[in-house]
């Protein structure tokens, strides 16, 4: 099992940048993949980007590519959201996840993926 904290969030301008960080406890955070989802009032929580359990691959939604990068750092069981170039419309509260299965090829539906984070509240002004 592993319990996920998010900080990082808070209030930052159009254009702005801000970084998320997620930090892990319990066991081995090199043995999870991982991914942060963000939920914006009213909408379905959606997938934002996704990185292998060794950091060697990654994966985007469109609407961040280019703007968003996903990190992690195993010795120190953490995993990082930054973005830059932010828009209003990247408002949301953003999760970190965590996924325990050995393979994933469904990275970014939240089904495939055991534990979260409480959340950290992302809101870019225009």
């Known amino acids: 099992q592993v319990h996920l904290v998010e900080s990082g969030g808070g209030l930052v301008q159009a254009g702005g940048s801000m970084r998320l960080s997620c930090a892990a406890s319990?066991?081995?955070?090199?043995?999870?993949?991982m991914a942060w989802f963000r939920q914006a009032p009213g909408k379905e929580r959606e997938f934002v980007a996704y990185?292998?359990?060794?950091?060697?691959?990654?994966y985007y939604t469109d609407s961040v590519k280019g703007r968003f990068t996903v990190s992690r750092d195993n010795p120190k069981n953490t995993m990082y959201l930054q973005m830059s170039s932010l828009k209003p419309e990247d408002t949301a509260v953003y999760y970190c996840?965590?996924?325990?299965?050995?393979?994933?090829?469904?990275?970014?539906?939240?089904?495939?993926?055991?534990?979260w984070g409480q959340g950290t509240q992302v809101t870019v002004s225009s």
């Open positions: 996840a965590a996924g325990a299965k050995t393979f994933t090829s469904t990275f970014r539906f939240t089904g495939e993926y055991d534990y």
């Open positions: 319990g066991r081995a955070f090199s043995d999870y993949f």
């Open positions: 990185i292998s359990w060794t950091g060697s691959s990654t």
